[in-house]
């Protein structure tokens, strides 16, 4: 048991060190790094990588050091499927209870193509549920922080052609980088986390 959580580790942490370009496998799909941002909190650092899969769609996945280290692919909420918000200790998805489980604020650096300025800082309240997925609330207030949000699914923001991406993470139909803000400035956006811990290697 000891031996595998090792390897697992450090084949996460060869992962969040991977550079920008670098090939990775995500749940069985090769993909490519297209950026990255490295966040640090207080004495925690961990990375959120935007990946560019094969089959053409994008994916967000960070790595973080719990008791162990942890790899989640997040993707955008249905913000009408979300109960409560960042301010309470409990919310929901989808009739799924989360219970609040971790709060701060982060400063960011981006490399690469992350949709965010080089850096800047973010506000976050983290929700975790008894199915092991989590709910992050994220909220990219500072002056020149632009937001990050990605058009993970549907059509292309700029040319509205259904959405595939190429290697660099552009609509592969008109060019465009294929990002997209979901909400205003300053509001919170919201994430369901899906655990890739063991679904994430270098490619
Ligand atoms: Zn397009």
New binding site residues.
């Given amino acids: 048991m000891g031996f595998f959580s090792r390897k697992r580790t450090s084949a996460l942490e060869a992962v969040a060190n991977a550079p920008v370009g670098a090939r990775v496998i995500v749940e069985g799909t090769g993909a490519t790094i297209v950026g990255t941002l490295v966040f640090q909190s207080g004495g925690d650092r961990w990375v959120e990588h935007r990946l560019t899969t094969d089959d053409g769609r994008q994916v967000w996945v960070s790595i973080e050091n719990f008791d162990t280290t942890v790899a989640t692919r997040w993707d955008l909420a249905d913000p009408s499927a979300v109960t409560g918000g960042p301010d309470g200790t409990r919310s929901g998805y989808g009739g799924t209870p989360f219970t609040r489980s971790e709060t701060g604020m982060a400063s960011f650096i981006s490399k690469g193509d992350t949709g965010c300025n080089e850096n800047g800082s973010v506000d976050f309240v983290d929700f975790a549920a008894d199915d092991g997925r989590r709910l992050g609330f994220e909220r990219y207030g500072e002056i020149g922080a632009r937001r990050r949000s990605i058009a993970v699914a549907g059509n292309?923001p700029?040319?509205g052609?259904g959405l595939t991406v190429d290697p660099h993470g552009r609509?592969q139909?008109?060019g465009?980088a294929a990002t997209a803000d979901v909400g205003q400035w300053d509001d919170w956006e919201v994430s369901v986390g899906t655990d890739v811990t063991s679904a994430l290697t270098l490619g």
Avoid: L, Q, S
Wanted: charged share 0%; proline share 0%; aromatic share 0%.
């Fill in positions: 292309c700029n040319c052609a609509c139909h008109c465009a």
